[in-house]
């Protein structure tokens, strides 16, 4: 196991690692432990504008590099990430908390877009016509944007990158990624093997900051275009912004995903999987069940079951041999949790299972049945191991109740009617579905798609939609009349 040391080095700019030119710092802990890993010097404007000139400079000869090439970098990677795969999640588990099983699942599922990205060659391929008009051929060709930035979240540290930084440089734009200041080691050690590979100085850049760092990737004119993913209000914040100076945004932004599960479904089954979906990563996955609706008295028997294993789940430091469950990332958030669950609570809620008072960054399973509708626990991401249950008569209140929701991340079914499915897909307003799947986390080859407060911008992350995002289209429409040519 590797011992907990301090390390600031966080910004990489032409290849270099350093720590930056600011003096306002930021302490990394291992959540299970308390651990200080490493301080970082928040990153500056300064900072940022070093890391964009140089993927600006980078960019001159990166996009003038055959697709074909360009790609040769990204399976080296890939080799490299399932070489390192165990000491990334190592990592991963000690700055985020979750466990190592859960680390390692999620390197996986970053490994998937970089073979995806290795696609390139296809997927960039535009179209064309001959003869619009009589001698005229018309063509459409994707061209690369120039810088890009990713800033990402605390939850995902190995995959949430993953998402991005291959498709943009596939594409043959450059990068800057902002990782979470909170899970900055993660990102390093991707970063750390990108060059391994070779890939040349410059076509990745990473600054590790805050809210001057971000701010800074908006304001920066040669900044193209900005992929987030990170809390809602924060995704406004950054899709207005990049707006108003004219960059192209996607935002992925937080989620209140519910369930619904109908009398026919063996429940048994059912509640394995929503209990993986509900306290897996200690609830603090953007696709997490928050909200279980159970549908025509299927209430009590999924509630008893639900609650069984979940008081059973093993809760501790995630690099433990057979823990389930770790810590939240923060006392601070833990204690945010507390204070909601107190609140749901003292509303009148009842706890199947109440998880609170362990200390540190450390919660367990927690169950809660009547809560209001509308009251703030319903309301609110908690994004922590909180599940609400719900007992509606019919599955058109359950639709309904999830439209009335602010977000539209995510929505599942569990059910063995073919028709309560069809209807389900058909109405829910999310963006993913799952039927019979408790966590529906889009393949790297689909959109990770999101709706209404979830997602903020046209066209998502991954897949297709990733290949639209990090290019431009240009048309050319052209004309050799034949006597404008010297004759042969
Ligand atoms: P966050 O919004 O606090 O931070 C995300 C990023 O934004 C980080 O890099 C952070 O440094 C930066 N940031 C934070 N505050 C900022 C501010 N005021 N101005 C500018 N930048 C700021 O999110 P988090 O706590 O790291 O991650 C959890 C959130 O991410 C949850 O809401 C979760 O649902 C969401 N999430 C969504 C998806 C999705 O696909 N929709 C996936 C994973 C996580």
């Known amino acids: 196991m590797p011992t907990a040391h301090i390390d600031n080095n966080l910004n990489c700019i032409q290849g270099q690692w350093s720590a930056g030119l600011s003096t306002e710092t930021f302490d990394v802990f291992n959540p299970a432990s308390g651990d200080v890993l490493a301080r970082v010097q928040l990153a500056s404007a300064g900072d940022v504008d070093a890391a964009v000139e140089s993927a600006a400079a980078a960019f001159v000869e990166w ?19 399932e070489e390192h795969a165990d000491s990334i999640a190592r990592i991963c ?15 996986t599922r970053g490994i998937e877009n970089v073979e995806v990205a290795c696609g390139i060659p296809t997927l960039m391929q535009g179209y064309n016509l001959e003869d619009v008009a009589s001698g005229l051929d ?21 995959m949430i990158p993953l998402w991005f930084l291959p498709y943009a440089i596939a594409c043959g734009n450059t990068f800057v990624l902002k990782p979470s200041e909170r899970v900055p080691l993660t990102s390093r050690y991707l970063v750390e ?48 912004e990049g707006a108003k100076y004219g960059k192209r945004v996607q935002c992925q932004g937080g989620a ?12 048994e089954m059912s509640a ?73 609570l003292d509303s009148g809620a009842s706890a199947v299972l109440d998880g609170r008072g362990q200390g540190g960054a450390f919660l367990k399973p927690t169950i809660l049945s009547g809560l209001e509708e509308d009251g703030e626990l319903m309301r609110t991401e908690i994004f922590g191991p909180v599940l609400a249950i719900q007992e509606v008569a019919t ?36 963006g993913n579905i799952g039927v019979n799947i408790g966590v529906a986390a889009p393949m790297a080859y689909f959109p990770f798609s999101g709706w209404k407060d979830s997602f903020l911008g046209v ?21 050799w009349p034949k006597e404008w040519s010297r004759k042969f």
């Open 459 to 479: 066209m998502h992350g991954q897949g297709r939609d990733g290949v639209e995002f990090y290019t431009d289209k240009k048309v050319v429409v052209e004309r």
């Open 138 to 158: 018309e063509m459409m060709i994707r061209q690369p944007l120039g810088v890009t930035a990713a800033i990402v979240p605390f939850n995902f540290p190995a």
């Open 193 to 240: 093997l990108l060059h391994q590979t070779g890939l040349p100085n410059g076509v990745v850049n990473m600054v590790t900051g805050g809210r001057e760092a971000v701010d800074a990737l908006l304001q920066h004119p040669k900044v193209r275009a900005i992929s987030f993913v990170g809390s809602t209000p924060v995704a406004r914040h950054i899709y207005t």
């Open 272 to 344: 394995k999987i929503i209990s993986d979906s509900a306290f897996g990563c200690a609830g603090q996955r953007c696709l997490a069940v928050s909200g279980a609706i159970a549908v025509g008295g299927a209430g009590t028997v999924f509630t008893d079951a639900i609650a069984g294993l979940a008081s059973n789940l093993r809760v501790g430091n995630g690099l433990e041999d057979g823990v389930q469950m770790g810590p939240v990332i923060s006392p601070a958030s833990r204690s945010r949790i507390e204070h909601l669950i107190g609140k749901g």
């Open 395 to 430: 599955l058109d209140e359950a639709i309904a109740m999830i439209s009335r929701s602010a977000y539209g991340n995510q929505a599942s079914i569990f059910t063995a009617s073919g028709a309560a499915a069809r209807k389900f897909r058909y109405e829910a307003p999310c």
């Open 256 to 267: 209140k995903n519910f369930v619904v599960v109908m009398p026919d479904a063996d429940i």
């Open 93 to 107: 588990t000690m700055e985020n908390g979750k466990t190592f099983a859960e680390s390692r699942a999620e390197i």
């Open 63 to 81: 996009r003038r590099t055959p697709a074909q090439n360009r790609i040769q970098f990204l399976f080296k990677f890939r080799a490299l990430l």
